[in-house]
């Protein structure tokens, strides 16, 4: 879903929209979408503590709106492929911050399927048109200040897993991102008279299977996964922009970024096959347990 949006997302920029304006529109619109479900469905969930806004505007404010500003900010320095190997540096700041933080244990598949991710970016960069391009320092600082904020969303997410819901989070943070940007850019700026009914169905796409959706399932993840892994998987998404962008909008899709797609999956699938064997190690080893237990009985 992330890859599909960053398609639209070029889609739009084309059509002289300033990133401001998605941003406005992305973030506000899931924060109303979120609210007005959870209204309806679950009202019990919108009861917050108030000793957590500080939390939850933390988590909008700076794993939200500095994530997809700073992105912004980087494309208008770099090229898109440059911010993207950049940007998807947040997996390996989330391995070492797991690992200086107790709370992953480094593994030798992590390190070779971050290698093989990382490696994989790097050729999908540099085999697309023009490669890495208007390279310059003000655009890789806020390239990686758009990692960073991603890696914040991801930790500082998963510390309210256990005290709220998902949905909870998502909504607040939604809203605490959508109020800064509305401050930044405020609505009586926008011009409202270029938004015609399509747009406004791209904007809806953008705030639900762009946003909404993506951003929930990678919560729910983490349920399941260390963050470290639900990042390192999260790598899909320039692959799938790439072949979306080929079929869509008309890319070229040169040798070296399929070699370097195929690096980015074989990192993804060497983690499902890490803890699958992890998984059946630990079961066996109980089972083992057992056995021996009940033999001595």
Known sequence: MWGFSGVVTKFLLRRQMSPDE?????????AII???WLG?????????RRTDLPYFALLGGIGLVINQGAYYLALSRVSVGYALLIQYLAPVFLMIYGVLSKTERMTRGKVIAASLSVSGSFLMVLGQEGGITRVSLSGTLFALGSAL????YVAYGNKGVGRYDLRTIMTYA???AGLIWITIRPLWTLPWGNYDFPTWGFFLYLATVATVFPFGLFLVSLRY???SRSSLTSMLEPVVAAIVAW????????SWQIVG??????GILLLQFESFYTAKRKRDYETDENNEINGTD
Request: aromatic share 12%; no cysteine; glycine share 8%.
């Open 247 to 254: 079929l869509w909008l008309g890319e070229t899709l040169e």
């Open 34 to 36: 979120l609210l007005v």
């Open 149 to 152: 904020g991603f890696s914040f």
């Open 174 to 176: 939604f809203l605490s």
């Open 40 to 48: 309806i469905s679950s009202p019990h969930l919108l009861r917050i």
């Open 22 to 30: 998605l941003l406005v529109f992305r973030t506000l619109l899931a």
């Open 225 to 227: 996964l260390e963050p």
């Open 261 to 266: 797609g195929a690096g980015v999956l074989s």
